[in-house]
């Protein structure tokens, strides 16, 4: 199994996470192709950053999809979720015969099936993934649905590897919507963490509200959790906004209105325009030294106080 070729399009948090993992894994050829590669999209030095850090991890920065895709015999795609039938698109027509496209992405079932319709049509095998929790702290040990009539034939390889991954049905579909339906919980429940601390921290009732919480849920550390909610949104609410779009369209898919999921979504893109403006570029995201909550809430009510530069 290691001498699987193994490409990446994307190189964001996940994109890393997993070139690194299956590096130390032992696959011999790892390589990486992300848009911010190309100088033209951004400042030529973050394109040249971004090279650095792949080769630093031994994963090859290719200099285009095309390259990636000739290179490969297993492309995993890790973009964001409004990028994922693009990325299908463009690569479909690139891919090897008999490649397998594992799909990463945050998207519904609709949206899946539109992208593996495009990669099967080329002669690639595509696989869809839903990836169920955040990738940190797990790494490549993640836990991992499979679906599609190929997931059965690429899994050993991904276990060979250390991943926790199962298949969930050759039904394409089906692993998407279990991550997407799971996902109005957990994004949800980082929204209303998000809107009932701050607005209990302006009210001066934060340490009330939580410890009634705490009572009626006393197997989660609010506080902790509170902190985590509010440093993960911060760095990737943008993700998670497009993520929660994507749910919408899962939802609506069922023939329901989304209104939760589209809240979701505003909450998420609301935070991740806030981060923007470096509101919170002082915060410790680091899981042994997070900043507390509170300091995020205090940032949200009183954004004058945000260092400036």
């Not at 920065?61 to 890790?78: D, G, H, I, K, R």
């Not at 276990?159 to 339906?181: P, R």
Request: glycine share 8%.
């Amino acid at each position: 199994m290691n001498s699987m070729r193994v490409g990446f399009v994307g190189f964001g948090e996940v994109g890393r996470i997993f070139c690194a993992g299956l590096k130390a894994a032992g696959v011999e050829w790892v390589g990486t192709w992300d848009l911010k590669f190309d100088a033209a999209h951004l400042q030529p030095q973050e394109g040249a950053a971004l090279r650095n850090a792949a080769s630093t991890l031994g994963v090859v920065p290719c200099n285009s999809l095309v390259e990636l895709c000739a290179e490969s015999t297993l492309v995993f795609s890790a973009v964001t979720a409004s990028s994922t039938l693009a990325v299908a698109q463009a690569a479909a027509p690139l891919l090897r015969q008999g490649t397998f496209f594992l799909d990463l992405n945050s998207a519904s079932p609709g949206t899946k099936r539109q992208a593996a319709a495009l990669v099967d049509a080329a002669g690639a095998r595509y696989v869809e993934a839903g990836v169920m929790t955040s990738v940190p702290p797990y790494g490549i040990r993640v836990p991992m649905l499979l679906g599609g009539t190929h997931a059965a034939v690429l899994l050993p390889a991904l276990q060979a590897w250390g991943m926790d991954a199962k298949v969930a049905s050759e039904q394409l579909g089906i692993a998407s919507a279990t991550k997407m339906c799971r996902s109005v919980m957990i994004k949800g429940l980082e929204a209303l963490v998000l809107e009932s601390y701050a607005t209990a921290r302006h009210h001066g009732v934060e340490e009330a509200m939580i410890a009634t919480l705490q009572e009626t849920f006393p197997g989660i550390d609010w506080q902790r959790q509170g902190s985590y909610f509010f440093s993960r949104v911060a760095q990737h609410g943008q993700r998670r906004a497009e993520e929660m779009r994507e749910v919408a369209n899962t939802v609506r898919e069922a023939g329901f209105a989304p209104f939760m999921a589209s809240a979701i979504a505003d909450k998420q893109q609301w935070m991740a325009d806030q981060a923007r403006t470096g509101l919170f570029s002082d915060m410790s995201h680091q899981a042994d030294s997070l900043s507390p909550w509170q300091a995020y809430a205090d940032r949200l009510l009183n954004p004058l106080d945000a260092p400036k530069g």
